[in-house]
């Protein structure tokens, strides 16, 4: 594998590892959603920097996390997962489209 | 440059800005929940002693990132920056998602980035006019360092009986804390800064507080020249095993 040509399979697997480990050490589903909102969220604003530039590697990311999560978290409801990383995702977008919240570089 | 000088540059210059203090005040409420988050009841789940040790949490994690911003300032106006704190988002939500996963077993405090601004008026003169590494590195250490020292403060207090030992021994395990986490690597916090400044500089920071964190609480030993000396060991370790060998 050339990591330098496939770096976008290379993230969005690691990101499939990381929701599968959340799913796994989140005890119940209320942290579960939780956790997921919150991830959403971070996408949300890492979609915003990015979405004039590299929108394909990260949704690759997202979907690969999405699975993770799902893998792991096979106690909760499929639907909700899915609904609720959305709206982090769509939250975390407007909050920065609307200037709620600034994207700034340090 | 004169204290007067000193003093009236604090005047001018230590406040911060309205969306400053709406950031503080994020900062705050995040790690206040993250702080607290083993603290919501003895056998099960309890909302009224849950918030009363969360408005606790509030007033000690405000006092604790007051004191690391006040001390980045205060160094900043020293050499004639101005500094501001900055939300720094992913790790205020890294926090929250490590202290759910873990159950409050890691309590990630560390939300905050600085930026370095110039004040022409007072570098006129000054050896390397503008911003360096070397400035910034300084500045963003005065944080946790000054952390630090309001912790020696606030367990002296402790000891001479002024403040009870409950209030004084969170205080102290929050501002070493803080300060510990403020200075890992990774951008935009005060460890980066220092970092990217000079490798060994980082080494022997990290070494005297870490190994000044483990011995408080593993040990329950306070000495600053034990820390130092093991950083500077940490120092001479990461020398002789990785600068020395490292080529351009």
């Given at each position: 594998m050339n990591v330098m040509f496939d770096w976008p399979e290379s993230v969005a697997f690691l990101f499939l590892i990381i929701g599968i480990v959340m799913a796994l050490f989140s005890g119940n589903v209320y942290i579960l959603y939780t956790v997921c909102f919150l991830v959403g969220l971070v996408f949300g604003r890492v979609w915003y920097r990015l979405r004039m530039s590299e929108c394909i590697p990260l949704f690759l990311a997202i979907m690969a996390f999405f699975l993770g999560f799902v893998l792991g978290g096979i106690f909760a409801n499929l639907r909700?997962?899915?609904?609720?990383?959305?709206?982090?995702?769509?939250?975390?977008?407007?909050?920065?489209?609307?200037?709620i919240i600034r994207s700034l570089e340090f | 440059?004169?204290?007067?000088?000193?003093?009236?540059?604090?005047?001018?210059?230590?406040?911060?800005s309205r969306e400053e203090w709406l950031n503080f005040c994020i900062v705050v409420l995040c790690m206040s929940i993250i702080y607290s988050w083993t603290d919501w009841g003895v056998q099960r789940f309890d909302p009224v002693i849950g918030f009363r040790n969360l408005l606790t949490a509030i007033v000690f994690v405000g006092i604790t990132v007051f004191v690391h911003h006040a001390g980045q300032r205060m160094m900043a106006l020293l050499?004639?920056?101005?500094?501001?704190?900055?939300l720094w988002w992913h790790g205020l939500i890294i926090g929250l998602i490590l202290v759910m996963l873990t159950n409050g077993k890691i309590q990630f405090l560390a939300a905050t980035g600085m930026l370095v601004y110039l004040l022409p008026a007072h570098r006129i003169g000054a050896f390397r006019y503008g911003p360096n590494l070397t400035t910034v590195a300084k500045i963003a250490l005065g944080g946790p360092v000054l952390n630090i020292l309001f912790s020696a403060l606030i367990k002296s207090f402790e000891w001479a009986g002024i403040l009870s030992p409950e209030i004084g021994t969170k205080l102290f395990v929050l501002n070493i804390?803080?300060?510990?986490?403020?200075?890992l690597p990774i951008p935009p916090l005060d460890g980066s800064k220092v970092f990217f400044y000079s490798r060994l500089t980082y080494a022997f920071m990290f070494g005297s507080i870490a190994s000044y964190v483990l011995m408080v609480y593993f040990l329950n030993y306070y000495s600053y020249i034990i820390a130092l000396l093991f950083g500077a060991l940490?120092?001479?370790?990461?020398?002789?095993?990785?600068?020395?060998?490292?080529?351009?």
């Open positions: 909700v997962i899915a609904l609720v990383l959305i709206a982090g995702i769509l939250i975390g977008y407007w909050l920065h489209e609307k200037k | 440059m004169s204290l007067r000088n000193y003093i009236d540059k604090l005047k001018r210059y230590f406040g911060f050499l004639g920056f101005r500094a501001e704190q900055r804390s803080f300060a510990a986490w403020n200075l940490t120092w001479l370790i990461f020398y002789i095993f990785f600068e020395s060998k490292w080529r351009p």
